[in-house]
Structures are given as C-alpha cells and as structure tokens.
C-alpha cells in the first residue's frame, strides 16, 4: 500500500540548474497537488491537477512547472533553479476534486539550491 | 483575501499539560476544515477533520477540536499531553468558493517537555 511517493528524498541543486521532483500514486485519486513548506509559512500550494491533462496555478507557481499525463504522476520541474527555491516540497493526492475529502501526502523532497 | 491563521508560532508545554491552538479563517459559505501533524522529519498526518455534523470533533491520538461558525474558528485541543505530541500543527480549510483548493495555516510548533 505505497500511497503517494516522491523521489527524490533529498537533492542540492546549483543556481541555473533543471531537475524533476517526481510524485506518484497509487489510490486512483482525481485530484493531485504540489506544496513547498518554508518555516512559519506553513504549506503554499504551487501547482494542481484535478485529473489527467488539466493542470492550474497555486498561490506560488512561478519558476515552476507542471504536466499530469497520467492519472498517477504528477512531476514538478524547476526550470532554472534559484536559492529562493530553496525548500521541503511535498505532493499531495486526493480522490475527488469537487469534495472535500482527506488528502494524502508523500513523504517530502528536501531540496537546496546553492 | 481568503486565509487561514493559526494565532501561536512556538508553544512550549510540560507533560500532563493542556494544549489548545488557535486556528481562524476568513472564507466564506461552507467550508471543511482539517487538523495536520507532521512530526519531525516526517510527513504529514491527517489528525482530524470537520465536515458537517456535531462541531465538536474527536481525532486520534486523545485530540479534538471544535468548530464555531460564528467565530470563523476551528480550534484544536488535547487535555493532557504527552512527550510524543512534539510536533508542528497545521490547520487547513477546503473552501467551495476558494475552488476546493486546500489552504493551510502557518503552523504551530509545540514541544512537549518531560
């Protein structure tokens, strides 16, 4: 029973670089999101999908992107990495968009970009 | 703008201690309100959740919170707790008119002292 997974647990990154945070699940959830946790912030969403081929903006999307091709994965890629990027990602799923329902959450990708 | 607040950054409590935190948010219409835990270095937990019903909900691990509708508030409590309830607190909203997107609060850290 993997519920939501994210790889990878932990990446440096230099300023300019490209990488994919990547998020799967396995519970056949609609809706798919993407937080970045920053202290006394608590939890900003980035980017979701509520099902396959429909992605939309967060409080906080630039420098980021998104693409849900699949019902299971939901990838996060940073363009042109910034030390402002710095930061706990977390993927989030949960089954029905248009209800509240309770959402599940990876395990987190500590990343810091120097 | 639509928020979600969560009054204290930082509480400091002994075991046998009672906890409440605060939470308030400013959405309108229905709302389904949520209580997270993350522990430390780990993801985050689902502690409790409000949908419709008795406002006075119970979660796992001894807590409960209560919902008040004319306060905008949803705050959490535990009577009497415990080393192992070191944790940072969420509070998160689930708005129909925010476009069912979930909206957390900054966080509370709570240590629990023995």
């Known amino acids: 029973n993997a519920g939501v997974t994210q790889t990878p647990k932990f990446q440096v990154l230099k300023t300019g670089q490209s990488m994919t945070l990547q998020c799967a699940q396995d519970?056949?959830?609609?809706?798919m999101s993407w937080y970045r946790q920053d202290p006394g912030m608590g939890l900003r969403l980035i980017h979701y999908?509520?099902?396959?081929?429909?992605?939309d903006q967060g409080e906080v999307p630039n420098g980021y992107n998104v693409s849900r091709s699949t019902t299971e994965d939901f990838p996060l890629r940073l363009l042109s990495a910034a030390p402002s990027q710095t930061s706990v990602y977390f993927c989030?799923?949960?089954?029905?968009?248009?209800?509240?329902?309770?959402?599940?959450f990876g395990q987190g990708t500590r990343l810091t970009v120097v | 703008a639509q928020s979600v607040s969560q009054h204290n950054h930082h509480v400091i409590l002994s075991e046998a201690a009672s906890l409440e935190l605060g939470c308030n948010y400013s959405?309108?219409?229905?709302?389904?309100l949520f209580w997270y835990v993350q522990y430390p270095g780990q993801h985050l937990q689902l502690l409790l959740k409000?949908?419709?019903?008795?406002?006075l909900v119970k979660g796992i691990k001894g807590f409960e919170a209560e919902f008040i509708k004319s306060k905008f508030s949803f705050n959490l409590r535990k009577p009497s707790v415990q080393w192992s309830d070191t944790a940072e607190y969420f509070c998160?909203?689930?708005?129909?008119?925010?476009?069912?997107?979930?909206?957390f609060g900054g966080g509370t850290r709570v240590l629990v002292k023995p």
């Open positions: 989030a799923s949960r089954r029905d968009p248009q209800r509240a329902t309770e959402a599940f």
């Open positions: 519970m056949n959830h609609e809706y």
């Open positions: 999908s509520v099902g396959a081929g429909i992605t």
């Open positions: 959405y309108g219409g229905t709302v389904n």
């Open positions: 409000y949908f419709s019903g008795d406002p």
């Open positions: 998160a909203v689930v708005s129909k008119a925010a476009g069912n997107k979930l909206t």
